[in-house]
């Protein structure tokens, strides 16, 4: 449990509160990403996040970049994951409440929502986004489901297409890191695997800085997808990358 549960701050937080919303606000997402790689690892309850997400202002998705009706569904999901895989739920809960959530991502609609600011480019980012959750929540039902199958294919181009709409002098090119990620992760062709690379290098070069976990682990999934047998179409989940071998704990591998 977390301490802002601990501390039941739901119960006392108010919208004018400003800086204390924003910063646990950011960390409900930080927490999502973190659970990304092991749902179990999520530590605010939904309670919480929806009370904090309630409160906070365009701003959330200035810095975040994901709308805050997706990452309520997303955290959703993993917490129904993190609920299956502790035994707290069965399986035929687990696969319908997933089920209901992805159909829920295929139904948002970006036009309809608000934005920072007036610029179309918006609608771009939260649709990478989306198409990011939706390829999570489909990894969640079938971690071994082929990359060629069209609704994977079809999220991944969703997500490179996206992007290709985000000019590389735009700020909003920062907040890509995540759908570039996961649609890397289940790109099968050369060019797609160079276009995420060379996006992902000039995100580094825009911020002058950045986390090298996200391309480390593509290339650990490309790599052992290079040497799966002829006729063998499963996937190599990236969520097996993710953790220390030496240590056998799972690595905090935030993905922005």
Not at 34 to 39: C, D, G, L, N, V
Not at 108 to 124: A, L
Request: aromatic share 8%.
């Amino acid at each position: 449990m977390s301490i802002c549960s601990q501390l039941k701050l739901d119960q006392f937080l108010r919208v004018d509160q400003e800086r204390t919303v924003f910063f646990l606000g950011n960390l409900v997402w930080l927490d999502i990403i973190r659970a990304f790689a092991s749902p179990e690892r999520l530590c605010f309850t939904q309670e919480l996040r929806l009370k904090l997400l309630s409160l906070c202002n365009l701003r959330f998705e200035a810095v975040n970049g994901c709308p805050r009706d997706i990452v309520l569904i997303i955290a959703a999901i993993l917490e129904c994951a993190k609920a299956y895989s502790s035994g707290k739920v069965g399986h035929t809960e687990f696969y319908n409440t997933i089920r209901e959530s992805i159909r829920k991502l295929y139904l948002w609609d970006g036009s309809r929502c608000f934005f920072p600011d007036e610029s179309t480019t918006w609608v771009s980012v939260s649709n990478a986004f989306r198409h990011a959750c939706i390829l999570r929540a489909w990894r969640l039902l079938d971690p071994s489901e082929p990359p060629s199958e069209p609704r994977i294919r079809d999220s991944v181009l969703e997500i490179l297409d996206s992007v290709a709409n985000i000019p590389s002098t735009s700020p909003l090119i920062e907040l890509m890191v995540l759908p570039l990620f996961m649609a890397g992760a289940d790109s099968l062709s050369a060019h797609s695997r160079h276009y995420v690379i060379l996006r992902l290098e000039q995100i580094k070069a825009r911020s002058e800085m950045g986390n090298a976990a996200p391309l480390t682990l593509l290339q650990k999934v490309w790599h052992a997808r290079a040497e799966q047998a002829q006729h063998d179409t499963s996937n190599i989940p990236w969520m097996n990358f993710a953790s220390n071998s030496d240590s056998l704990h799972q690595d905090d591998y935030l993905i922005i």
